[in-house]
């Protein structure tokens, strides 16, 4: 079962950018994705990139997340721009659909001024 760790999570300002990192246990070519639980919610799907490549996200994020895939290093990066105090929350990542045992510790974000 592949394994994921997430990092890069700190605190930012409104407005600033910040990029995470998930690194894959095992090479992957599947669709990846990063979801995030804020506090007292469930945890939620905000972006993700295809086996191809592709790159897509939900609305609330769209045009400020975006993904990109370093195949040598198993690696997958999200890069959040213009942060809004609605994205504080634990970040993870995962295989679409999510696999139970995958899940990694998460990277906290907290975005405050």
């Known amino acids: 079962q592949v394994q994921f760790m997430e990092s890069g999570g700190t605190m930012v300002q409104p407005g600033g950018s910040l990029t995470l990192s998930c690194a894959a246990s095992e090479s992957l070519f599947e669709m990846i994705g990063w979801y995030r639980q804020a506090p007292g919610e469930q945890r939620q799907l905000v972006a993700w990139?295809?086996?191809?490549?592709?790159?897509n996200s939900v609305d609330v994020v769209k045009g400020r997340f975006t993904l990109t895939r370093d195949r040598a290093k198993k690696t997958v990066y999200l890069q959040m721009n213009n942060l809004k105090r609605d994205d504080t929350a634990v970040y993870y990542c995962n295989l679409i659909p999510p696999q139970p045992k995958s899940w990694g510790q998460g990277t906290q974000v907290t975005v405050s001024s």
């Open positions: 990139i295809t086996d191809e490549d592709f790159v």
